[in-house]
């Protein structure tokens, strides 16, 4: 089992900036593929970023390239998404979610992901 725990979301000015947090624990972290994804109220989850298990590799959904930056701190066991210039669209819970997998694969795909979070809500006022 894995456990992963979101932290840093709130409520933020359009144009503002965030970076989400994610603290996993339970096994080793380095042989996990991690993500992000967002869920807004009505919608489906959908993807914004992954990461590969050494960072060596880092995927973003259209939406948000050029504003996002996924990284992981693989001595802490934590994951981070780096938001700016943020938009009220962006307004959804945040998870992140843990693929065991080493590679250099993309997976845009909730599907595809072992373990989960419980989120973290950021809101994007305008």
């Known amino acids: 089992q894995v456990q992963l725990v979101e932290s840093g979301g709130g409520l933020v000015q359009a144009g503002g900036s965030l970076r989400l947090s994610c603290a996993a624990s339970?096994?080793?972290?380095?042989?996990?593929?991690m993500g992000w994804f967002r869920q807004a109220p009505g919608k489906e989850r959908e993807f914004v970023a992954a990461i590969s298990w050494n960072g060596g590799w880092v995927y973003y959904a259209d939406s948000v390239k050029g504003r996002a930056t996924i990284s992981r701190d693989n001595a802490k066991d934590t994951v981070y998404l780096q938001m700016n210039s943020l938009k009220p669209e962006d307004t959804a819970v945040y998870y992140c979610?843990?693929?065991?997998?080493?590679?250099?694969?993309?997976?845009?795909?909730?599907?595809?992901?072992?373990?989960w979070g419980q989120g973290t809500q950021v809101t994007v006022s305008s």
């Open positions: 979610a843990a693929k065991y997998y080493i590679g250099s694969n993309y997976y845009p795909s909730p599907d595809e992901y072992d373990y």
């Open positions: 339970g096994r080793t972290f380095t042989s996990y593929a």
